[in-house]
Every structure is written in structure tokens, then in C-alpha cells.
């Protein structure tokens, strides 16, 4: 993927002690092949090249002790910059209710997302009102009222035989009247873009002039995604895209592209099908995961949310340092399964994404009862210094957690990468670093 493939350039880069024109130019060209195989739109890759380019052969970057780390930061910066620079947060009107309509083709995602909105909004405190503009697809106001429900969230309908402006309409006045200070409208999609799919959508933009249009889209179809964007953003206007779906198979393509392509930034992102699998787009973060840096921030905010801080505090201490053991591992791990499904929380950590591709080592929850009882089963002192297990120990090991040699030795070498992982990336983030970010 595109990640793996960027951290082969910056692992070349970083090795270096002096950095060359030739280099940088080599390394560039590596970029741009492994942007435009992530299916980044031709143009910006282009001109994300030559931005990076230009600011990679200067003197500063030669001459500084650590060019390769530079780059990677130059890099890290540009990649921001392209998603936007800084998060775009929801527009919220002085005069409630604030008006969202939900648009895009059919299957992105638009009614699974509005209630996923509706449940991000109700976590703010708000009192959002959904309302079931979809009157073509069966099935599709039973969907959204089925959502509400979950959620406990209204629900605003008139069935299918009144015109979704008219019931958009209503809905506004309900929303004034019930003192909802949120409005979200779904709306049908087709799944191609065509002109009465425009014309409806039109009429219910002129109907209840939105604060926010947000266009949904599914990250999986690459540029297509990019397509659809501009074909809506001209059409409608669009003030901002979901993009769904970024849990399966992307390449990562759209969420580098949208924004540079139609000028509308990213303002959240879909991570699964579950009702709270939605969440506010970070540029800043969403760059460094793409170098394979790991979501290091998003990961610390979920802790925070769901962890007590002090534990959450201390775990961001103890990566940062690398100075972690079996005994923090296995403290993580439960620190890690209150925070939701493991496979979205692996791609958080650093090296932990890589851990996850490696196919002989499937982590999902059950297998994560195999590691702890592997764990369980190492002495106080093999937990603190694991450089000492043995191929004795490991039996033994083995034997005493219901597990076999290889897999006890998989741990123990999956545990050294992480360590080195986090040793790297702290390097590379902390006082050392290029800026000495703070986090
Ligand atoms: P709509 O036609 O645009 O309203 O799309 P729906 O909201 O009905 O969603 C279509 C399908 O995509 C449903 O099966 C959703 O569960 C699924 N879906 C939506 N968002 C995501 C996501 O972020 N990840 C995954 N894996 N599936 C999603
Ligand atoms: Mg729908």
C-alpha cells in the first residue's frame, strides 16, 4: 500500500547522513509512483512533487544533520496542506436549527451517515432531528427510522407519497417548533449522477437553504469519488464531503485528492459500519498515518474519551520512550479493548498497522486471549526484561498457556518490532526531532 511504500523511501532517506540532489530526486520520483498508485489525481501529484521538491533542495535540508528526517517532515506538512492544513469543523448557525443536507449516490453511505452524525452531534449535547428525505429507495425511511431509534434520536417522516421538499419543508418548521437545534436531511441518490436526481436536490436546497451541504462519498472508488465531487460541488454547491468506507480496501486516493480537485475540504470520515464508526477529519493526522507515523493523536483522544487520563497519560509517556514491557503491553491491551474493535485501534498504533498485515499474525479479539494468556504465563521478571527468554523459557511458556513455541516466539518477535516501531517514531516526533512537535 501507499504507506508501506513511502516508508521504503524514508527508510533509504533516513539512513543517509548527507542527502543529495540525486537523492531527493530519486526519492521524488519513488513519491510520485506510489501516489499515483494510490490513485491520486494526476495533476496533484504533480504538483505536490515539485512543491516538495522545491522545498527539499535547499541548504537548509542539505546541511542539516538529519536531511532525511526533513524531507519526511516537508513531506508530512505538504501532505496536510493538500487535505486542507487544519480540521474543517461543522458550520453551526446563530439561528438554530443548523441545516444539514445529506447528498450523494445511492449506496455512499448518505442515511447510514446521518445518523452516525445525529450520534456525534447528541455526544455534543445537541438535539439533532432526522429526517427521512429518501422516499424512492424501499426501505430507506424504515433505515433511517430504525437508526433514530438506536440512537434515540427523532425522526422526522410523512412517508413516501408527499415530495421530499415538502417534506423537508415540514421537518424545518418541526425542528423551529420542538426546539431540535440540528437538522439533518437525507436525501435519495441514484447511482449515476443525473439531471432529476440534481433538480430535486435543488429544490430542496432552495426549500431550506442549508448551512451545510455534505456530500457522502465512497472512499473506495478512488477518483471516481473525486468525479462525483466536482459534478455536485457545481451543481449544488457543496460545503464540505464525508468520506465513507476508509476501513476497507482504499488506496487513499480520494482522500488525498478531494480537496486539492474541488476546493471542499474533508470534514469527517467513515471508519465502519457501526453507529459510531464517524469521525471529524484531521488533515494533520490523517498525513502522518499515511507515512506510516500511526494515528497517534486519534488514538490519545479516543483514550481520553473512554480511558481514565492519567493511565491514557502515562501509556502516551511510555510509547514515546519506548520504554514499555510485557507488563505495560498487557495493561494496554486492556487499556485497548475498551476503546472499540481492534482492528480499527491497530491501525493507530505505530507498527501496529504493519503487525496486522503480516498474515500469520491475525489479531482479532479472540486472538487476543491467546497473547494475554501467552503473557499470563511469563515470570515477573521475563515480563520486564524479555531480552532473557530462552528457548527453555519459551517452552515452557508454551506449555503453560495452552499455546505452541511458534506462536510464543511470534509474540516475542512482534513485540521487539513494536518496540523499535515506537523507538523510531519517538525519534522522529519528540525534542530530537525535526521540530520537537509537540504532541
Ligand atoms: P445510501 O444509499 O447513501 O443512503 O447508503 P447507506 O447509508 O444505505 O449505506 C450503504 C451501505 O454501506 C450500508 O450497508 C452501510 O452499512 C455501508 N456503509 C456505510 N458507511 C460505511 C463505512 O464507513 N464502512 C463500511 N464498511 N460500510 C459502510
Ligand atoms: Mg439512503
Redesign the pocket.
Known amino acids: 500500500g501507499l504507506t508501506g511504500r513511502l516508508q521504503n523511501v524514508f527508510s533509504k532517506l533516513r539512513g543517509k547522513g548527507k542527502v543529495s540532489e540525486e537523492d531527493v530526486n530519486e526519492a521524488m520520483r519513488e513519491v510520485r509512483l506510489a501516489l499515483l498508485e494510490a490513485d491520486v489525481n494526476f495533476k496533484v501529484v504533480k504538483e505536490f512533487v515539485a512543491k516538495v521538491k522545491e522545498k527539499s533542495i535547499g541548504h537548509e535540508v542539505m546541511d542539516s544533520f538529519t536531511p532525511g528526517m526533513v524531507i519526511i517532515d516537508i513531506v508530512n506538512k505538504e501532505l496536510t496542506d493538500l487535505m486542507g492544513g487544519s480540521q474543517a469543523k461543522l458550520e453551526k448557525s446563530n439561528k438554530p436549527p443548523t441545516v444539514i443536507m445529506?447528498v450523494?449516490?445511492?449506496?455512499?453511505?448518505?442515511?447510514?451517515?446521518?445518523?452516525?452524525l445525529a450520534k456525534l452531534l447528541q455526544k455534543q449535547n445537541s438535539r439533532p432531528l432526522l429526517v427521512a428525505g429518501?422516499i424512492y429507495?424501499p426501505a430507506?425511511i424504515k433505515?433511517l427510522e430504525v437508526l433514530g431509534e438506536q440512537i434515540k434520536a427523532p425522526v422526522f417522516s410523512l412517508g413516501d407519497k408527499i415530495s421530499p421538499v415538502e417534506i423537508a419543508k415540514q421537518a424545518l418548521q418541526h425542528a423551529k417548533d420542538n426546539g431540535n437545534d440540528y437538522l439533518i436531511v437525507?436525501t435519495?441518490?441514484r447511482l449515476h449522477i443525473d439531471e432529476l436526481l440534481m433538480e430535486e436536490l435543488s429544490q430542496i436546497h432552495a426549500e431550506i437553504k442549508p448551512d451545510e451541504v455534505l456530500l457522502?462519498v465512497?472512499?473506495m472508488t478512488g477518483q471516481d469519488a473525486v468525479n462525483v465531487a466536482n459534478n455536485f460541488n457545481e451543481q449544488l454547491g457543496l460545503t464540505g464531503v464525508v468520506?465513507?468506507?476508509?476501513?476497507?480496501d482504499t488506496r487513499g486516493g480520494a482522500a488525498l485528492s478531494v480537496k486539492a480537485v474541488t476546493g471542499c475540504p474533508i470534514k469527517f470520515?467513515?471508519?465502519?459500519?457501526k453507529i459510531d464508526?464517524?469521525e471529524p477529519f484531521h488533515p494533520e493526522r490523517m498525513a502522518s498515518r499515511i507515512l506510516g507515523m500511526g494515528d497517534m493523536l486519534s488514538l490519545i483522544e479516543k483514550a481520553q474519551l473512554n480511558i481514565d487520563t492519567d493511565k491514557a497519560k502515562e501509556m502516551e509517556r511510555k510509547m514515546r520512550n519506548a520504554e514499555f514491557t510485557f507488563d505495560d503491553f498487557l495493561e494496554q491491551m486492556d487499556q485497548v479493548k475498551k476503546l472499540g474493535p481492534l482492528d480499527q485501534i491497530m491501525d493507530m498504533i505505530p507498527g501496529m498497522g504493519k503487525m496486522k498485515q503480516s498474515k500469520d499474525l491475525k489479531v482479532d479479539d479472540k486472538q487476543m486471549g491467546r497473547i494475554e494468556a501467552i503473557v499470563f504465563s511469563m515470570t515477573k521478571d521475563e515480563k520486564q526484561r524479555p531480552e532473557i527468554m530462552d528457548h527453555k523459557r519459551r517452552k515452557r511458556i508454551a506449555a503453560g498457556s495452552g499455546t505452541n513455541i511458534a506462536e510464543v516466539n511470534r509474540l516475542i518477535k512482534q513485540f521487539d518490532e513494536m518496540r523499535k516501531m515506537m523507538k523510531q517514531f519517538s525519534d522522529m516526533m519528540g525534542p530530537k526531532g525535526p521540530k520537537g512537535k509537540a504532541m
Open positions: 445529506m450523494g449516490l445511492q449506496g455512499a453511505g448518505k442515511t447510514t451517515t446521518s445518523g452516525k429518501d429507495r430507506a433505515q437525507d435519495a441518490g457522502v465512497d472512499a468520506l465513507t468506507k476508509l476501513d476497507g470520515v467513515s471508519l465502519g459500519e464508526a464517524l
